[in-house]
C-alpha cells in the first residue's frame, strides 16, 4: 500500500515538470532552434549601422588632506 502512495506524488511530479517543460518550449522554442541553426537573434539592421554608446569615464578622485589624516 505504501508503495502506491508513494507512486502517485512521483507521478505527480512527473506530470508537472512535463507540462512545464512544454510551456517554456512553447515560448523559447523558436530562440532555441535558431540558436541551434546558427542564425542570428536579430534580423540584421538596414544599412549595417550599429549605434555605440561611448561612456565617459569619470574624473579620478584625489584623497583630500581630512581624508588622508583619518586613514
Do not use: C, D, N
Not at 20 to 33: D, F, H, M, N, Q
Not at 35 to 61: C, D, N
Request: no cysteine.
Amino acid at each position: 500500500m505504501s508503495a502506491a502512495l508513494g507512486t502517485l506524488p512521483f507521478l505527480a511530479t512527473l506530470w508537472l515538470l512535463v507540462v512545464l517543460g512544454a510551456r517554456i518550449l512553447e515560448e523559447s522554442g523558436a530562440k532555441i532552434a535558431a540558436a541551434l541553426k546558427g542564425e542570428p537573434r536579430h534580423p540584421p539592421v538596414a544599412g549595417g549601422r550599429t549605434i555605440r554608446i561611448r561612456m565617459q569615464a569619470a574624473p579620478p578622485r584625489r584623497a583630500r588632506t581630512q581624508w588622508r589624516a583619518a586613514a
